[in-house]
């Protein structure tokens, strides 16, 4: 069997690979190695006053951002058929 470069795959295509080949415990690895590489951002932390209006509105941000992106997929799949 011939070695995967990982790396030459995008987030996405790495996502999907390992989703499919659950068994290749190096490419989960891959793909939890790249997650952990990006900085975190902090959203509040515990003190902060208005702590569960910030979490809220990270989490409100991140659900929009999804649906946006899923819309575009949508878009792109629409316009190519």
């Known amino acids: 069997?011939?070695?995967i470069d990982y790396s030459l795959m995008s987030d996405i295509e790495l996502k999907q690979y390992f989703l499919?080949?659950?068994e290749?415990?190096?490419a989960f690895?891959?793909?939890l190695?790249?997650?952990?590489?990006?900085?975190q951002r902090i959203v509040a932390s515990p003190d902060d006053s208005d702590f569960d209006e910030k979490v809220q509105a990270a989490i409100r941000?991140?659900?929009e951002a999804a649906r946006a992106n899923r819309n575009q997929h949508a878009n792109k799949r629409d316009s190519v058929d």
């Open 1 to 3: 069997m011939s070695q």
């Open 20 to 22: 499919n080949h659950r």
């Open 24 to 26: 290749d415990h190096a």
């Open 29 to 31: 690895q891959a793909y």
């Open 33 to 39: 190695d790249r997650l952990n590489q990006r900085p």
């Open 61 to 63: 941000q991140k659900l």
